[in-house]
């Protein structure tokens, strides 16, 4: 089993930064891959992020290439979410989850701990 905890969320501007956290509980996170998600108002959750079991792989939406960073400390069983530039369309209740590796990464299905959220919101 593994638990998952978000932190780092808040209201921030437009063009700022901010860095979520997912801390783990257990032993076994180093063996799993995590994703990072997000569901703004009324829309279906969707995929931000995705990093490999020993941080090789990353793998990110179109929509935050260049501007979010996915990693992760697995000596301190924590992933993190790097966003820079923020835009008002980023506003959303951010997920992370772990998972087997899977081709599929961006499929919260392949996913089976997921954390219960952060919230973004970012002003124009």
């Known amino acids: 089993q593994v638990q998952l905890v978000e932190s780092g969320g808040g209201l921030v501007q437009a063009g700022g930064s901010l860095r979520l956290s997912c801390a783990a509980s257990?032993?076994?996170?180093?063996?799993?891959?995590v994703g990072w998600f997000r569901q703004a108002p009324g829309k279906e959750r969707e995929f931000v992020a995705a990093i490999s079991w020993n941080g090789d792989g990353t793998y990110y939406a179109d929509s935050v290439k260049g501007r979010f960073t996915i990693s992760r400390d697995n000596a301190k069983n924590t992933a993190f979410l790097q966003m820079n530039s923020l835009k008002p369309e980023d506003t959303a209740i951010y997920y992370c989850?772990?998972?087997?590796?899977?081709?599929?990464?961006?499929?919260?299905?392949?996913?089976?701990?997921w954390g219960q959220g952060t919230q973004v919101t970012v002003s124009s």
């Open positions: 989850a772990a998972g087997r590796w899977s081709r599929y990464y961006y499929s919260q299905t392949e996913y089976n701990y």
């Open positions: 257990g032993r076994t996170f180093s063996r799993f891959a």
